[in-house]
């Protein structure tokens, strides 16, 4: 698969990578991946660019943007598909009204039961799990599916989901193509509690665990582990280095965010199921390092039937804030043992499914796709 970059959002210089790749007439479409630039226009420019392509584009903007020579910053990743991509946008996903299962019945009246879906979300959108639920019962398991929630490494609300309509807010776009791939999945992210009740939550937010305030039972696990207390001034600093893990049968934790106090509530990346057990995680730099190394090797023992071209990855953003000036190494571990090119994209929680298990929405979790 052919890739295009340019280390700049200028008009002219995405005209001139997306012409270069639609020049090739084995590209059919487009994922498109934009490192959110904050004094750029979110409008106009994108519809101008996107729309009647020869090529469908797909995509999103993402806090920064990966290949093997590190994280890029500033501009944009193009890769060139070898098929025509079937699409679909989903809106307004935070809206309780929205039907995520009516718009994929629409849109693929006929699920072909394999090949491989990207899903692009906002990242901050309320109805993630219900899209989720909706794609894995309308696809089934049989599909591979990789992608992530699109934002800003601020955790601010903007349009970051794109289509050839433009950048959209609170919606996903879905892609299907009939692509072989093999991903993997893992987080290194281990338990210091024992399970709590979720008894009070709402969507996003976790108002109580075991009866109790949320953040204060959070922030009494913390301050045991860590020796700190958490306060609202020390909140964004602990916070990336003890998440929540909900536990499922047969599988590893799934990893859940929290990145906002709200009075004695938890607002966390992704939903929070009242009744679930979570316990609070943490984890350090050899964990996680052993954990990209484990979701590429994974991906690596299910690539046997078809050569792969192409290492598409969506690393969590709060992994690489958390990593640091380590985070070079979890690229390079990536990358390590053949000369097969990266593409991915930090991102606000990531959708995955290893072809054995239930489709997922993650947080400060490594996905490791071959294409």
């Not at 890769?79 to 809106?91: E, F, K, M, W």
């Not at 899903?119 to 992608?147: K, P, S």
């Not at 934790?253 to 943490?282: K, M, N, S």
């Not at 046997?304 to 985070?327: E, H, K, V, W």
Request: glycine share 10%; charged share 20%.
């Amino acid at each position: 698969m052919q890739i295009g970059a340019t280390p700049d959002l200028r008009p002219e210089s995405l005209e001139e990578m997306l012409q270069h790749l639609e020049a090739n007439p084995s590209v059919g479409s487009i994922l498109l991946m934009v490192a959110h630039d904050p004094s750029r226009s979110e409008s106009a420019d994108w519809t101008d660019l996107l729309r009647e392509r020869r090529c469908t584009v797909f995509g999103g903007e993402f806090p920064g943007l990966l290949t093997c020579n590190g994280v890029m910053e500033h501009g944009a990743l193009a890769v060139g598909l070898p098929q025509p991509a079937q699409t679909t946008r989903i809106d307004e996903l935070s809206n309780p009204a929205c039907d995520p299962a009516e718009s994929l019945e629409k849109a693929f009246p006929d699920p072909p039961g394999h090949g491989l879906l990207f899903v692009f979300v906002d990242g901050l959108a309320a109805g993630i799990d219900r899209l989720v639920n909706a794609l894995y019962d309308h696809f089934g398991l049989e599909t591979g599916y990789i992608g992530g929630g699109c934002g800003n490494a601020r955790f601010q609300p903007i349009p970051a989901v794109l289509d050839p309509e433009g950048l959209h807010a609170d919606s996903a776009v879905v892609a299907w193509l009939d692509l072989p791939a093999s991903i993997g999945v893992a987080h290194g992210w281990e338990p210091v509690s024992a399970p709590l009740k979720v008894t009070s939550a709402s969507r996003n937010v976790i108002y109580s665990l075991d009866w109790k305030p949320a953040a204060d039972v959070w922030g009494h696990i913390v301050q045991e582990h860590g020796g700190e207390p958490p306060t609202p001034a020390s909140f964004d600093r602990l916070a990336p280095a003890y998440p929540f893990g909900i536990g499922r049968i047969g599988g590893e934790l799934v990893v859940r965010d929290p990145i906002q106090l709200q009075g004695d509530a938890l607002v966390c990346v992704g939903e929070v199921p009242e009744g679930a057990f979570v316990r609070v995680l943490t984890g350090d730099h050899n964990t996680l390092l052993n954990a990209a190394r484990k979701a590429r090797d994974r991906s690596r023992e299910r690539a046997q039937d078809f050569t792969p071209t192409l290492r598409l990855t969506m690393d969590c953003i709060s992994r690489a804030n958390f990593l640091g000036n380590a985070y070079d190494q979890e690229l390079a571990i990536l990358c390590e043992g053949d000369a097969i090119p990266l593409a991915g994209a930090l991102s606000l929680g990531e959708i995955a499914n290893c072809g054995d298990e239930s489709l997922e929405f993650y947080n400060k979790t490594v996905t490791a796709g071959l294409l």
